[in-house]
C-alpha cells in the first residue's frame, strides 16, 4: 500500500505533539504542561493546536480534578497512532526514493 | 504536499528527538515518587542503625517491605491513571525491589562483610550503580544520581567511618529525596 502525506500532521508543532503521544505507551495519557515542556509551546498554541488534532480524531483530551486542582491530560488514540505510522512511512519512502502519491 | 528529502529527513529525525525526549522526561515523572519513598527508607534505615544499632535488623526488614510495597502502590496508582495496565505496572516494581534485595543477600553470602559499615556501603553502592547505568540510557539525570550517591558512599566510608550511617542517612537518603525532587521539576 503506498503511503500518503498528512498535510495536518505534518506542521512542526503539531507534529512535535504526535510524536511525543507517540512515545508513551498505548492509552497513557500526558498532562498539558508535561506536554507543553515536551513540545516547547504556549499555552494559547498548544491549546489551538491539539483542538485541531482533537477535531480530526487523533487525540482524545479529558478534563478532571487532581485533589481539587483542575488538570487537561491527552491521550493519542488508535486513529492518531495510525495516521502517524502512515506520515511517517511517507517521509521514509521519500528517502528511499519510492515514488510517493505526491510525487 | 511535495516534500524534499532533506525535509522529510530533517522531520523524521524531529519525530525521534521528541519521541526520545518524552520517553525521557516520562521516566523522570514515574521515578520521583520512588526515589522521594526510598530516600526516606534510607534515612529512617541507616539511621536506625546509628542510633540503635540493636534494632537495625528489625528495622531494616520492616523498612524494605514497606518500601517495596509503597513502590507496588505507587506504580499501581501511576497506572491506573493512564493506561488501565495496573497490576502489571505495580508488580514489575515489586519484583525489581525483590531481585535487588535477592542480589544483595547473595553478595552478603558470598563476600561475607566484616563489619557494618560494609553492609550499610554495598547495597548503596549497588544502587548507585543502577541508576548510573539507567542514566547512560534513559536521561542524565538518573546517572548524576548515582555518581553522587556512588562518590558520597565511598566519601563517607573512607573518611567518615565512625558515623558512616549517620552519613548514610543523612546524605545517602537525603540525595534519594533531592533527586526525586529534581526529577518531578523536570
Redesign the interface.
Known sequence: MQAEANELIHQPLRLKIMAALNGLMARDAVEFTRLKSVVGATDGNLGAHLATLEQAGYVKIEKDFNGKKPRTRVAMTSLGRKALAQHVAYLRDILEGVPTSAS | ?????QE??D??Q???R??????I??GY?RGAPHLILWGIIWALGYGTCDLAPALANPAWLLLDVAGMTGSFLIGRAAAA?????TTAYGARFAALGFTALAFVIATYYILQPHDSAQFGAFPALFIALIYTVIGIWRGSRWAVAGIVLGVCTVGGYAFLREHFMLWMAVVGGGTLILTGLWLRRA
Not at chain 2, 504536499?1 to 528529502?5: A, D, L
Not at chain 2, 521528541?18 to 520517553?23: D, E, K
Open positions: 504536499m511535495p516534500i524534499s528529502t522529510a529527513a522531520t523524521l524531529e519525530i525521534a521528541t519521541q526520545r525526549r518524552a520517553s522526561l516520562r515523572e491513571g493512564k493506561t488501565g495496565a
